[in-house]
């Protein structure tokens, strides 16, 4: 028998969940610090070490080239491994390499570019870790039914701090520096992995390996394959992969160019960069809060490929943006993509959760981060070629206009014929 995500059934409320709150609770204030980051870490390459725009693209890409790099193995050994303890250790390596940073800017040290790169780098495998296992951990902590709702409440913090992140950051940049910005990352993780160790909820048994220890990095091979034939195969999340991919590349090239273009054509300074990033977050804040009501009355498996054709439409609105009273043009547009790539990520997110068997759960997020988030590397890479040479606003169309033709991939799929998501068979999806 199928069953829809949506439910007629009385829903409970996780308000009362006491650790999916310290899981959210922690996850908000980490957030925060990273969009803290987000912020401060490419302005300190432009404002401390004068980085080129393509410096700035490749800086970005550092730190999202490890999803294409461990992604596939982190899902075979996330899926093995015991994904609370897992998630605590990666938040306390992330701690170390953020306090580097501002470490650096003491007497008798120097911040150099390189440092900036090995961080970006080490603090992006991490966070490949940490994000699989995130992802695979939630299934843990709710029912099924409970999925949408609580992506939905983690979709609405993520965008939170994309709103509260780019102002704590411009005040903390101007009274502090970029570099000593980062300080407030570093402690964010530590208060990530604090609410984590005070989960109770118990853990199944990972993932056996029952193979003799030379014979592990086949198995591990095996595990690959099993989570990449999962998702390639299945009619409807192979749809959602080419979307979230194309879609991630185009935007990679619009964040590779974007503080540059805020600092180098609309001449905005460090607080007003965060207050066009904090107004920008607003629409992500308000694609939290509406996307299980908008998955209830189009449809869970409409909003899929509503939302980008109807919400994604006014991001064309950013490149017109201009210095003055023109600057505003580029929150206004991007702050309903915002809205559109939460109601998208929440909808697909639990779609994915709820049709995974349990022991899949880690290899199928990370054959799914592979692919959509590997593009993102040479996405920066382009957007700060391309920024280079043809300049900063020209790239800025051909992201918003790339970002945007992405919802051809679920137009043109079974979800078009589909009102809601069902649970298709999961032993044989194709």
């Not at 992201?399 to 044989?428: C, E, H, K, N, Q």
């Amino acid at each position: 028998m199928t069953q829809t995500l949506t439910d007629s059934a009385p829903r409970r409320s996780l308000w009362r969940h006491r650790d999916f709150l310290l899981l959210w609770g922690g996850q908000s204030v980490s957030e925060i610090g990273s969009s803290v980051t987000v912020l401060a870490l490419p302005l300190a390459a432009v404002v401390l070490l004068d980085a080129s725009t393509f410096q700035v693209g490749l800086l970005t890409a550092m730190s999202t080239v490890p999803f294409l790099l461990v992604a596939l193995p982190a899902g075979a050994l996330v899926d093995r491994a015991a994904k609370h303890r897992l998630m605590m250790w990666c938040d306390l390596g992330r701690l170390l390499l953020m306090a580097s940073v501002p470490l650096a800017t003491l007497p008798g040290l120097h911040l150099t570019y390189a440092h900036l790169l090995i961080v970006a780098l080490l603090a992006g495998v991490l966070t490949v870790f940490f994000d699989v296992a995130y992802q695979s951990y939630l299934p843990v902590l709710l029912e099924r039914d409970d999925l949408m709702d609580g992506n939905g409440k983690l979709g609405t913090t993520q965008s939170f701090a994309q709103f509260a992140g780019p102002a704590l950051g411009g005040v903390l940049i101007g009274a502090l520096g970029a570099a000593r910005a980062l300080i407030a990352d570093a402690a964010s993780y530590g208060l990530s992995a604090l609410s984590l160790s005070l989960i109770r909820t118990p853990e199944p048994t990972p993932h056996p390996s029952a193979v003799p220890a030379q014979n592990v990095e086949r198995r591990i091979r095996d595990d690959i394959k099993e989570g990449l034939h999962f998702v390639v195969r299945h009619p409807i999340l192979r749809k959602v992969v080419g979307c979230t991919g194309t879609s991630n590349l185009f935007n990679s090239m619009l964040m590779a160019v974007e503080i540059p273009f805020m600092v180098r054509v609309l001449h905005l300074r460090p607080a007003g960069v965060g207050l066009v990033l904090t107004l920008v977050a607003v629409g992500g804040m308000a694609g939290g809060i509406l996307a299980r009501p908008l998955a209830d009355r189009f449809g869970s498996a409409r909003i899929i490929w509503l939302a980008p054709l109807v919400l994604g439409l006014p991001a064309f609105l950013a490149p017109l943006a201009t210095p003055g009273w023109g600057v505003l043009f580029y929150p206004a547009g991007l702050a309903f993509f915002g809205m559109m790539a939460v109601v998208y990520n929440v909808a697909q997110v639990s779609y994915r959760q709820a049709i995974t068997p349990h022991d899949l759960l880690g290899r199928m997020n990370a054959s799914v981060r592979f692919l959509v988030w590997g593009t993102m590397p040479l996405g920066a890479l382009i957007g700060g070629a391309v920024g280079t040479w043809l300049g900063l606003r020209p790239t800025l169309w051909i992201a918003v206009i790339g970002s945007y033709t992405a919802v051809a991939w679920v137009l043109f799929s079974p979800l078009r014929r589909m009102r809601d998501v069902t649970d298709p068979d999961v032993t044989d999806p194709a």
